[in-house]
């Protein structure tokens, strides 16, 4: 039930966007979120945007795998 | 049979479209030609092989980008024929149109359907036309019935895989399945995606000019590559492992089956063809579709393993393993 | 597609799984359980459970809101499809969901006005564009999808659009999980909790969890680096004696969740209790509208709903809480199958029993 993906706001209009993932476009409602901004990711569920993804935390995360396979040499 | 009514399912290429027709339909018309179950019959008349096969096409909407079901009903059935190593000559026509269609929209489809008999080098030599009320079907059904000269040597059939066969795809999946997804106003998702309904006897000819001792030729229209590989591993009797992230897939499919959440495995395709080729003759092959407008983006998927249970495995991207299921039901966009 | 194949890296998952195996070496038989259809969904598709080590078990719970709706739900809204005028929009889920006699597919067969759409927006603009319709939107899902139904609602509302309504079987997860705890003989280590459910209600409702019943919990998002960097955060905390709320998906999940889409929540439904299928009634764990609404409610539109039946033999319900798995089922793989599914986890394409036979299979080989 969880089925959301991450798409990137292309315009906005009030409380309906454009949105895109690869190349497919769709609108998506922002009316369960305060601000969003053009070229910022949403995770998309069911049409609406339920919340603005953070690349920061995606970059952190993605670099703590990237410093686990740095340990693998540790790891033994 | 399961069911007391005839679904949309029986329709959709998985699993009870196949229970459909070994359960009810070939019990009534038993033949050892008819049981083969390949898409094309074979028959020998006097030392000469021909491939046979007809094909029913009632895609809606009757437009959408890459083509129409004309020229799907060409490709369709020449395809057919292709798969089986022939030549495919001569084609029938049955038009069934619902009344209130527009002249103009039968025009534009028989002008496709014109093009694309030319581009396959085939003739349609008889046909049949019926009108029912409004109602009664939806615009257009067209039903094309072909033969073909099947080559000497040429031994095609999706009972023939064998261990160590590698398996071949010609090229991307799911295009015509999102094209005509795509069209459906209730989804209402804009993508690039075009179908890529093409006919494929020329580059079967050039695979088997490379090396004739391809065992398989099968087409994954309806139920997708996920049916059409369970079909080659139940009619040969083997475990056939596919590796995921060697699937051609376009990123305009794969964006469009992350929104819907839809299997791209599941999804039609009316251009791209799958051969099973022992490994001697794999590269050659590979080779040949590559060289061919048609095969640019053709890759070695996987292999027959074993004469065992037969079932398709599937090796994910990350390094797992699961079953490649037979479809069940009609590809829907879900949420869960 | 950005953010979705950088968390699909082999590579990466090579060494998570390093990790998890190094955890799991020193730990002793270990059961988790996820509690969302798109995470069973997930680790199925990937081959997750292939690459883990045999002490950890990974438990199915009744995380699939297409799953737990029951028969009574399937029925009303078939009769409702029966009534001339009427035309039922749902998500594709619920086409084929068996209930007591008959499922909302033979129905669109038979002849009856039912459309699927990705969003209740699109049910929405049916119902605005053929207003001599009255429009049902069948409302199911979990706290990631009930925003959208509540916002969908708020504007109908607005734009007095009289002919939309939604019949709501809207449930929420958390109190399943404490029911899970509180009945069940289930030894669980830790909960991988929903990642976009968490990214509505945020952590806190999970700390009961930890405080009343010490089990940790693991906010993890859907892709095969998410899930499997959860399962490592678990048993992490497992082999340290720790029991927290972490999250693992944070570009998504704030420990606040969406204020937003909880106060749009507020303005249109209210908790109630709910029948989970298989399980029983459960403690406020049902969204009903409010009152306010009831120009909306599909439930107040008059109808004769068949009586109730289940199907003999059928433990969706145990296996929907994790006390049994698919393959202990008499009814799996013989009667039930995708292609005639007896109960409510083989129909959804991630319900435990689908997903077990269409891709578990290589598991029973081992």
Known sequence: MCLAVPMKVTSIDNDHATCIIGDVERKVRLSLLSEVHVGEYVIVHAGYAIQILDEEEARETLQLFADFQGDIGEMG | ?336 | MRFLREFRNPQAAEVLVRRIRKVADSLGEISLMEVCGTHTMSIYRYGIRHLLPPNIRILSGPGCPVCVTPNAFLDRAIALARLPGVTIATFGDMMRVPGSTSSLEREQARGCDIRVVYSPIDAFRIAAQEQHRRLVFLGVGFETTAPALAATLLEASRDEVKNFSILSAAKLIPPAMQALLKDGPLRLSGFLCPGHVSTIIGSRPYESLVNEHGIPCVIAGFEPLDILYGILMLLEQVSEHRAEVEIAYRRAVRPEGNPKAKRVLKEVFIERDAQWRGIGVIEGSGLALLSTLEAHDAFLIEVEVEPTREVPGCICGLVLSGQRTPFECDLFARECTPETPQGACMVSAEGTCAAAYRYGRIEEER
Do not use: W
């Not at chain 2, 909407?61 to 020449?78: C, E, H, M, Q, S």
């Not at chain 2, 039903?143 to 398996?167: C, Y």
């Not at chain 2, 791209?264 to 051969?275: I, T």
């Open chain 2, 1 to 336: 049979m399961r069911y007391d009514t005839i679904l949309l399912e029986h329709g959709s290429g998985g699993l009870a479209s196949r229970r459909l027709v070994e359960e009810l339909l070939v019990p009534y018309l038993k033949n050892p030609v008819l049981e083969r179950l390949d898409d094309h019959a074979e028959i020998e008349l006097e030392g000469t092989r021909l491939a046979f096969t007809t094909d029913s096409f009632v895609v809606d909407p009757i437009f959408f980008p890459g083509g129409d079901i004309g020229k799907l009903a060409v490709n369709g059935t020449v395809n057919d024929l292709a798969m089986g190593g022939a030549k495919p000559l001569f084609l029938s026509v049955g038009l069934i149109l619902e009344e209130g269609l527009p002249v103009v929209d039968l025009k534009r489809i028989m002008h496709s359907m014109a093009e694309a008999t030319k581009k396959a080098k085939v003739h349609i030599v008889t046909g049949d036309t019926k009108v029912v009320a409004h109602g009664a079907a939806d615009k257009i059904f067209i039903n094309t019935a072909g033969i073909g000269l099947i080559p000497k040597g040429v031994a095609l059939s999706g009972h023939r895989g064998e261990v160590g066969d590698r398996v071949l795809i010609s090229g991307p999946i799911g295009e015509h399945g999102i094209a005509v997804m795509a069209q459906r106003s209730d989804l209402d998702f804009v993508s690039s995606c075009k179908s890529d309904t093409a006919p494929l006897a020329d580059l079967v000819a050039q695979m088997l000019h490379a090396y004739q001792g391809i065992h398989s030729l099968r087409d994954p229209t309806r139920g997708g590559l996920a049916a059409t590989l369970n079909e080659l591993a139940e009619q040969s009797g083997v475990r056939i492992e596919v590796e995921e992230s060697a699937i051609p897939i376009t990123e305009s499919v794969e964006s469009a089956c992350e929104l819907l959440g839809l299997d791209p495995l599941h999804l039609a395709n009316e251009g791209v063809l799958v051969a099973l080729v022992p490994a001697e003759g794999a590269n050659l092959v590979l080779d040949a579709m590559l060289n061919h407008p048609l095969g640019q983006k053709a890759q070695i998927i996987g292999e027959v393993y074993s004469k065992k249970l037969p079932v398709v495995i599937l090796r994910t991207q990350i390094g797992g393993k699961r079953v490649l299921a037979v479809p069940t039901g009609v590809q829907l966009p879900r949420i869960c």
